[in-house]
């Protein structure tokens, strides 16, 4: 009889945890067209003035954004809640 490993060998699944549920990540939220248009608006800014994400981190591949998103990060220091915003790039 001859033994067969193949029944021995399994498909590795990768774990996966949501990034964005983690408490020392920031509220995340993109976007939308007319937000993004009151924005620039506001500051008198275009898109090349936003500070820049890449579509690689591990948030933006949790949202599903798309390169041009704008994410709106809001985050807690203790003192204050602040807003910062960043474009998604390649």
Known sequence: MRFRWSCLKKKR???TADVLSHFL???MKILSDSEKAKLYAKFG???H???R???KDP???ALKAVLGNVIRIERDDGTGKYTTYR???E
């Open 49 to 51: 003035k936003l500070p």
């Open 53 to 55: 994400i890449t579509s």
């Open 59 to 61: 948030e933006v591949v």
């Open 25 to 27: 990540v920031p509220e």
């Open 13 to 15: 699944e990768v774990p």
């Open 45 to 47: 800014i275009d898109e």
């Open 87 to 89: 474009v998604v790039v």
